[in-house]
């Protein structure tokens, strides 16, 4: 253990020299905005850049739709515009950040070479007067891309004012297919690299079934939902595509940066801004930026919240969620986009409650990141977000109530940093129970083919596990399957329907050696190829969790059956497993109802010096979950500090941060010898304290 955690500390260390290559870090983080010069007078830009430092910014954004400014015939670049936008920015010290506008290509470029377009389903191309329309899989896309980029890199790439480079914008097609020719022609090239032989395909994606077997490559297809007249006959194939999208999404952000990285500083860092909770693409993928951020908005007409207030603050573990799936993977990251105030594309768009967009910025500060960035400084006057705030208003002087909340935190940073000491150690019983969990998006994307209820949701389920640790007040680095656990005390891993002999070895290796491994349901039913093995159900960690899966039961919308867990019932209607555990394996709660009624759902068994925990319910609310979890860290001698539901505690760099999430004020526990530095022991709705 001591050698494991030696190790951690030297890639903690790395970690650190390579982010003060880029930041700061005695200004812990930066805060910036976006800024589109192109869409406002070049009289204005002078007047609007002072009044983002006035207001406490540090740096802005640039560029990312700009494409038809700086590219306005074929082959002839212009910068001059953006020249004096980034002199004036300078002028009033704010850094810039460059972005690639790959997502926004000129209208020439589409007319001129219609096969760079995306190609829906139907058969359709898109067209221009959108964003994200162009497919990463065209050549010539990615030609006239790269001699824009190149340009920019060699014009930008030793200026000292540009701070670091974003790729693209929420790289995605936001849910859209692309089924063009140069897909479908990656698409067989990816398949025969993968499987090698056309046998190992027909065998992994078991073409057998319904007379689905391929003889060559060139005969398959991408699966196109609207030609499937009874659904795939392979759900591997699905995934398969869903695989290969997302690493034809990854090559083409590597391709962009590998091209800035010819011509730019190693000063400035390369990064692009993936969707916090969407999963058509996968950000760890693209390891080989410096690092990745993320874009949320936590009000957008979404999400129930905590009581009655709660849609207008957003799940309280969303934020939190973006940060410990993003810091893990470079050990730093940034939010480029977080919520300003209003809207305009949610389902509903209600008014975040007063406060709470401190809240978010606060929130974003305590999962460690490095900088917050904010979309957009101005509310636009024209175009499909005319009613999306901005940190001023549409006379473009007065500060909407986001901006005045932008404000009021980063004076508050700025106090902040008067208080800074340098390698701050984490406090110890809370560094104790720092807990990993543990997931895959191809999880995610094989249960979303095979749901077996509409109820189930994967990403759901796992946020349920993830918010329940917060709410335990437990530091979380959500990780993948190359991380080494062994530093970690606790290890949850959610609905992990797909395993291979390797993963659980691995699991049963940290076990033996200490570690508190938890599952839940769905958890080994299948390899990695989606199949069931030729064995009993869930075999493949029956001997790891000491019991047998002997069925499990999926219930309609209307009945709602209960699970007993120390006195008290829980409801649940999505997925239940009924246990049958083995001989040493303690029985932790069972079903109340239906005719399985007394039933294990719940074990926990003792392997070597750690335990295994076994959920086998997905409840409605959660409750069961988190109920199990303390039990867990209670009987490994571990402590937590529960929060009422909806208060997030966090700790960062020497300070604590406290915010409360629920629709009620709430008392936290801060210690009578603690100094607090903005709040009270008292949190309002949507209140945030700061203590050390």
């Not at 690493?247 to 500083?265: V, Y």
């Not at 969707?275 to 979404?302: A, C, E, Q």
């Not at 594309?345 to 460690?368: E, H, K």
């Not at 033996?512 to 349901?521: I, M, Y």
Request: charged share 20%; hydrophobic share 40%; with cysteine.
């Amino acid at each position: 253990m001591r050698k494991t955690l030696f190790i951690c500390s030297l890639l903690s260390i790395a970690f650190l020299l390579n982010a003060q290559s880029f930041f700061n870090t005695e200004k812990m983080v930066e805060t910036g905005v976006y800024y589109y010069p192109e869409a406002w007078n070049p009289n204005q830009w002078d007047r609007d850049f002072k009044k983002m430092a006035e207001m406490g910014f540090e740096f802005t954004h640039m560029a990312e739709f700009a494409w038809a400014q700086m590219e306005p015939t074929e082959g002839n670049y212009d910068f001059a515009w953006l020249d004096k936008a980034v002199k004036l920015a300078a002028k009033n010290n704010l850094k810039v950040i460059m972005c690639t506008p790959s997502a926004t290509p000129p209208v020439w470029l589409v007319r001129k070479y219609p096969e760079v377009l995306v190609q829906k389903p139907d058969g359709q191309l898109a067209d221009h007067g959108t964003r994200a329309h162009c497919s990463w899989s065209s050549p010539k896309y990615q030609e006239l891309l790269t001699k824009l980029v190149t340009a920019m890199a060699k014009h930008y790439g030793n200026d000292k004012r540009i701070w670091g480079w974003q790729l693209d914008n929420e790289p995605s097609h936001y849910g859209t297919n692309d089924y063009g020719t140069a897909v479908q022609t990656n698409f067989r090239k990816w398949l025969q690299i993968k499987y090698k032989t056309i046998e190992n395909l027909n065998n992994a994606w078991g073409t057998a079934f319904w007379s689905g077997i391929y003889t060559d490559f060139n005969q398959i297809n991408i699966p196109n939902a609207p030609q499937l007249i009874a659904g795939a006959a392979s759900q591997i194939s699905l995934v398969d595509y869903k695989r290969f999208s997302a690493d034809e999404c990854a090559a083409f952000l590597t391709m962009q940066k590998n091209t800035l990285r010819e011509s730019i500083s190693k000063t400035q860092f390369v990064t692009t801004n993936f969707m916090s909770t969407h999963t058509n693409v996968d950000p760890w993928r693209s390891k080989d930026l410096d690092f990745i951020t993320y874009t949320t908005y936590p009000v957008g007409g979404y999400s129930k919240g905590v009581g009655d207030q709660g849609f207008r603050m957003g799940d309280y573990w969303l934020i939190s969620w973006s940060n410990d799936f993003f810091r893990p993977l470079k050990g730093m990251t940034g939010v480029m986009e977080l919520q300003p105030g209003q809207v305009n594309w949610g389902s509903y768009n209600p008014l975040p409650y007063p406060g709470v967009i401190r809240a978010w910025l606060w929130n974003a500060f305590a999962g460690d990141l490095d900088f917050i960035c904010s979309y957009r400084f101005r509310q636009p006057l024209f175009g499909s977000e005319q009613f999306h705030y901005g940190m001023v208003g549409t006379d473009g002087i007065t500060p909407l109530f986001g901006g005045l909340e932008y404000s009021q935190f980063m004076k508050e940073i700025r106090e902040l940093r008067k208080l800074y000491k340098p390698n701050a150690p984490m406090p110890t019983e809370y560094a104790s129970r720092k807990t990993a969990v543990l997931y895959n998006v191809d999880n995610v994307w094989e249960t979303q083919v095979q749901k077996q209820t509409d109820l189930w949701n994967e990403i759901n389920h796992i946020t349920k596990y993830y918010s329940a640790l917060k709410t335990l007040c437990i530091p979380v680095d959500i990780v993948g399957e190359d991380r080494d656990l062994s530093s970690y005390p606790v290890v949850v891993a959610p609905a992990y329907q797909m395993v291979d002999k390797e993963l659980v070895a691995k699991w049963k290796k940290y076990v033996e050696n200490g570690g508190q491994l938890v599952l839940s349901c769905r958890t080994g039913l299948k390899d990695r190829n989606g199949h069931f093995p030729e064995a009993p159900w869930a075999n493949a960690i029956t001997e790891l969790i000491g019991a047998k899966i002997s069925m499990f039961d999926l219930l309609n919308k209307e009945t709602i059956a209960n699970v007993n867990f120390e006195g008290n019932k829980y409801s649940w209607h999505s997925w239940g497993d009924i246990l049958e555990p083995y001989a040493g394996t303690e029985i932790w709660a069972t079903f109340a109802d239906q005719f399985y009624a007394g039933k294990a759902t719940v074990i926990h068994r003792k392997l070597g010096k750690g335990t295994v925990t076994y959920i086998g319910t997905d409840t409605d609310n959660g409750k069961l979950e988190k109920e199990v979890l303390k039990k867990v860290y209670n009987s490994a001698k571990i402590t937590t500090n529960e929060q009422p539901e909806g208060v997030m505690v966090n700790w960062r760099d020497g300070f604590w941060v406290a915010i409360n999430y629920s629709s009620v004020k709430v008392n936290i526990n801060i210690p009578s010898n603690a100094n607090i530095i903005f709040g009270s022991k008292e949190l309002d709705i949507a209140g945030v304290a700061v203590w050390q």
